[in-house]
């Protein structure tokens, strides 16, 4: 055999961060622009988007996550912003989902754009979606994100005739705005067979802090879940936090995201790339490494490598959402879903 062969047949090398955790998932965000304006995500009469010149390029992002599978990453998810307002989207979803190494390559979205979308989406190599869909109710989800229900709806229904799987519902919990939807939302997905994923809200930047005036307590909900649904012990593919229980008798999972009341961060198996190529280690701290600035003064493929393994030793154990929610100041778009 010759070397070439034996180093094609090596088993990348894995990323461990201080804490001995294995990194193999990057959110990549391709734009912290979005087509709605979720009070929890971007305050209103938010202007302050990162330039188009300093977006990472389609090429650059491919060097970038190209690096990162030669490192062990194994699974990478578009995100934002609205990852489809960014023109040309499934180009970039073919050239990742072809890199050696990217086994699983999905989607965060808000499913506006879905519709015209999620076909080039699935023909480019992305599996599975996530849709970020807080209300079932128009009129509320006009107040909750400034825009029109229905075109959602539309992509939902285009993402499922395309074949993308699982289709998961991101619901953010909210005290005194969507907690009389839960078992409806259940219902829903159980129509649609859809996943069902219900997240805390998180002090993430001016907006989060205004959030945390309707935090709900997972478990809660859960216990009222239970109340209605028998809920049986689950498990769903993919790398990311959620705990999962199964409704008995269906196929329907339905995850708990709990980064305030039961922490995830023991677990911890990722990293945010942001549109500026600003690489953040944790979405509640600040510790980052600017990696445009390398891509654009010539740094080698090696030394591509070698930030890469630097940057993730600067990954903190954990957040500090509970004890400092005023900690960190970026926008939720800024970091990347």
Known sequence: MDSMTHRANQPAPALIDPFGRRIDYVRLSVTDKCNLRCFYCIPEGHKDFE???HWLTFDEIERVIRAFAGLGVARIRLTGGEPLVRKNLPDL???????PGVDDL???TNAVLLDRHAQALRNAGVSRINVSLDTLKPERFKQITGGELQPVLDGLRAASEAGLSPVKINMVAMRGINDDEFEDMVE????HKFTLRMIETM????TGLNASDHYLDLQTVKQQLAQRYELIPGVMPGGGPARYVQVKGTDLRIGFITPISQHFCETCNRVRL???GTLYMCLGQDNKMEL?????NGVSDEGLRQALIEAIALKPEKHEFR?????VVRLMNMTGG
């Open 51 to 53: 330039q188009p010149g």
């Open 93 to 99: 979803a073919h050239k990742l989902a072809a890199l």
């Open 106 to 108: 999905s989607l965060s």
């Open 188 to 191: 829903f997905c159980l129509q």
């Open 203 to 206: 002090p993430v930047g001016s």
């Open 274 to 276: 942001s549109v500026d």
């Open 292 to 296: 445009r600035p390398l891509l654009r």
């Open 323 to 327: 004890d400092k929610p005023e900690q």
